[in-house]
């Protein structure tokens, strides 16, 4: 049934499957939910430097833009290759991407929740001809399938998050490869730090900065910004802050983490607000949630 809807959607113009989208946002922004609950909280806390107003347009624009991201997965995931390859209308600092490679010790890309996040994974092995890994968390069927076959259907490989996907980062690294990761959700105990995010305290992952010291592989950060009225996606790659291999854990994240936010300001409107990064708390500290 999910399968035969994916199809179905899939085959929509891409404004169109975005014209939904963005009116099922407003839907969101108007029926009380926690999607759009936690977006204001999130945008409040993060961007107060915003007035109230602006903050008010930011959460519409945001609801709108999460509705897109969801509309276009069935797209992405199961349209023919060909029409997912000519909605990537451009990529933005390729040379980046080469001069990495060109040092033969790997690329680590570090990709948030920002833009078309699923698109950026599909841009990322379409631009490394497959040569790359990416870590995902498996789920139930048919959405582990689903995933499988979407992200992979550019020749990226999937590495489950457990200590045989840790080996497939590590061999793609030393082989010269490039791998995926996220550097914007709560890792599980142990495998963070707390870092500043947006001026807070974030328990952050330290996988990225620990494999590009344990095996010379540069940073490289990514996102695919989406494009007004369905015109495509834009594939953005940058090169990650001085300090993101310091041999100080903290400095290190603290350093991806800013150049992230960096990313995430520039296209505010794109970034996944909902997401609750700050549950966890340094010791001592209070609830960040009032929920």
């Known amino acids: 049934m999910v399968r035969t809807l994916f199809r179905l959607f899939a085959t929509l113009p891409l404004p169109i499957?975005?014209?939904?989208?963005?009116?099922?946002?407003?839907?969101?922004?108007?029926?009380p939910n926690s999607f759009a609950r936690r977006t204001r909280f999130h945008v409040a806390r993060c961007l107060p430097e915003l007035?109230?107003?602006?903050?008010?347009?930011?959460?519409?624009?945001?609801?709108?833009?999460?509705?897109?991201?969801?509309?276009?997965?069935?797209?992405?995931?199961?349209?023919?290759?060909?029409?997912?390859?000519?909605?990537l209308r451009e990529v933005r600092g390729r040379e980046v991407l080469e001069a990495a490679l060109a040092a033969g010790k790997g690329v680590v890309a570090v990709s948030p929740h920002l833009g078309a996040w699923e698109m950026t994974?599909?841009?990322?092995?379409?631009?490394v001809n497959g040569n790359c890994v990416s870590m995902y968390r498996p789920q139930a069927e048919p959405w582990d399938s689903l995933l499988k076959q979407g992200r992979g259907r550019f020749g990226a490989k999937?590495?489950?998050?457990?200590?045989?996907?840790?080996?497939q980062l590590l061999e793609m690294l030393r082989h010269g490869g490039s791998i995926g990761v996220l550097p914007d959700q709560d890792p599980p105990t142990g495998s963070g730090v707390f870092a500043p995010f947006f001026g807070i305290a974030a328990h952050s992952p330290t996988l990225p900065t620990r494999l590009a010291r344990r095996t010379g592989a540069a940073i490289v950060l990514c996102y695919a910004e989406r494009l007004s009225w369905g015109r495509g996606f834009v594939f953005h790659i940058e090169p990650?802050?001085?300090?993101?291999?310091?041999?100080?854990?903290?400095r290190a994240v603290a350093a991806m983490n800013a150049g992230?936010?960096?990313c995430i300001r520039k296209r505010p409107e794109q970034y996944y607000w909902a997401y609750m990064r700050f549950r966890r708390r340094p010791a001592g500290e209070p609830p960040f949630y009032p929920w």
């Open 260 to 262: 992230v936010e960096a």
């Open 17 to 31: 499957a975005h014209a939904l989208g963005s009116t099922l946002g407003l839907v969101a922004l108007i029926v």
């Open 240 to 250: 990650a802050p001085p300090g993101v291999t310091d041999a100080d854990e903290l």
């Open 158 to 167: 999937l590495a489950p998050s457990d200590r045989g996907g840790m080996r």
């Open 51 to 87: 007035g109230r107003l602006a903050r008010a347009r930011l959460v519409v624009r945001t609801l709108r833009e999460a509705g897109k991201a969801l509309a276009e997965l069935p797209f992405l995931f199961t349209a023919p290759e060909s029409r997912v390859a000519r909605a």
């Open 121 to 127: 994974g599909l841009a990322f092995s379409r631009v």
